[in-house]
């Protein structure tokens, strides 16, 4: 330093120092800034938090649950159990019109015809309710299990009372033929299903059941149609044989069924052989001559029994 002036190392130093400090000042401005901003900046999702529409729904990498309704959430839960709920509800309505229509015809609701219409009205309502519980989530697995046994309970009845018998309204194929026994069927199927749920474990005949099942209700079938052929003086023509055949696929087919997994393996292949045969001339004799020649339940069982044995081979 010369006459109390800095030297040019001095002021080059101190020149330096001022400038550090200036640049330590402003990385101290944005670290608090940036800290600011962390404090309120809106969280933004991951990627993998996005739905396919691009929607931020229920996905655990984003950490929260939002219920997101959509088309496709909506037609699952309409849709459930494949459908068949729906149809129940969908047969029940064409059994309403059905058996409605043929009493204004007939200016006449009493018998099996009003019986027939209460029965659709029943059904529906019932079915309505199964859809609207599980769409909001609120069927649980022991209310659900007592409605398809109801289903399955009430369509035997239905179809048993109104498509057997010279006075039943649904005799001929028709709207109300196909409704009775389509939600028979269809209820059925919903029983197999909550049935299968509750079961911990499948072997493999379930792979099969169905089939069986399908034919203990057509060997019952065919035996109800054939009995309903008897008068009080007895069994006329073939629908003695009818009633035999029936009765006996239908022990056959139950013992079967009740064995399960039980069942000797040596023995399935010999048993679906005697089943094919069995149905092979049942059919020959039942639906090329009397009595199920006509289309009916009779003929429409036979035909049925004799396609699911066909089928058994093939598991």
């Known amino acids: 330093m010369l006459d109390g002036k800095p030297s040019a190392d001095e002021a080059k130093d101190q020149q330096h120092e001022e400038q550090q400090f200036q640049e330590e000042s402003t990385m101290s401005g944005r ?22 529409n691009g929607r931020y729904g229920n996905n655990e990498a984003y950490g929260e649950q939002h219920d997101t309704v959509t088309f496709e959430s909506a037609k ?14 969908v047969a029940s309505i064409i059994l309403t019109i059905t058996a409605s229509t043929a009493c204004s015809d007939d200016n006449d609701c009493s018998g099996k015809h009003g019986f027939a219409v209460a029965a659709g009205v029943i059904s529906l309502v019932v079915s309505a309710a199964y859809i609207a519980l599980d769409r909001v989530n609120n069927l649980t697995p022991k209310l659900q299990l007592g409605l398809v046994v109801f ?5 035997v009845f239905v179809a048993g009372f109104t498509t057997f018998g010279n006075d039943a309204p649904f005799v001929v194929p028709g709207n109300g033929y196909f409704a009775a026994w389509g939600g028979l069927l269809c209820s059925i199927v919903l029983l197999a299903n909550a049935v299968g749920r509750v079961q ?44 035999a055949v029936g009765a006996i696929s239908f022990v056959v087919v139950l013992t079967r069924v009740l064995l399960g997994a039980k069942f ?34 009779g003929y429409f069982a036979t035909w049925a029994s004799l396609i699911c044995s066909v089928l058994l081979l093939n598991h």
Request: charged share 15%.
């Open 264 to 297: 000797p393996e040596a023995g399935s292949k010999p048993l679906i052989m005697f089943l094919i045969v069995w149905w092979t001339v049942a059919l020959i004799v039942l639906t090329f001559f009397n009595p199920f020649q006509d289309v009916g339940n």
């Open 76 to 89: 699952e839960k309409v849709f459930s159990n494949g459908g068949y709920p729906l149809l129940v509800f």
């Open 200 to 243: 911990e474990s499948i072997d493999r005949f379930a792979k099969v059941g169905h089939r069986y099942a399908i034919l203990l209700v057509s060997s019952a079938v065919v035996l109800i149609a054939g009995a309903s052929l008897c008068t009080g003086n007895g069994c006329n023509g073939n629908s003695g044989y009818a009633i």
């Open 151 to 155: 289903f399955f309970a009430w369509w």
């Open 31 to 52: 670290g608090h800034q940036e800290g600011v901003d962390e404090a309120y900046a809106v969280p933004v999702p991951p990627p993998e938090a996005q739905d396919t």
